[in-house]
């Protein structure tokens, strides 16, 4: 079992900057993905960005050029650093770690989340 912590949300004013970070339990160089998701009251959770085993990195539209992934797995942490921050990202945001056997058996791990709350 992977346990997944987050921290570094907060409350910030539109065009502020917060960084994310998520701290894993388990050592994440194999993981084959490390993901960052948010969940606004009344939404649905939705995907942001990710990291692959390999370091190719994928947005959401919405925040191509604001938001940056990235991962140190030596400490088994992943980042997501928020620039340029609008009042529509604000959210409970979740770390997503993966992992892929060589079957391709997958196992998810979430964490508990962090609040961005961003204001006019």
């Known amino acids: 079992q992977v346990q997944l912590v987050e921290s570094g949300g907060g409350s910030v004013q539109a065009g502020q900057s917060l960084k994310l970070s998520c701290e894993a339990s388990?050592?994440?160089?194999?993981?084959?993905?490390a993901s960052w998701y948010r969940q606004s009251p009344g939404n649905e959770r939705e995907f942001v960005s990710k990291?692959?085993?390999?370091?190719?990195?994928s947005y959401i539209d919405s925040v191509k050029g604001r938001f940056t992934i990235s991962k140190d797995v030596s400490r088994d942490m992943v980042y997501l650093q928020m620039n340029a921050l609008e009042t529509e990202d604000s959210g409970n945001y979740y770390c997503?770690?993966?992992?892929?056997?060589?079957?391709?058996?997958?196992?998810?791990?979430w964490g508990q989340g962090t609040q961005v709350t961003v204001s006019p």
């Open positions: 997503n770690i993966e992992f892929t056997n060589p079957g391709g058996n997958k196992w998810n791990y």
């Open positions: 388990h050592n994440i160089s194999g993981a084959s993905g």
């Open positions: 990291i692959s085993r390999d370091g190719s990195t």
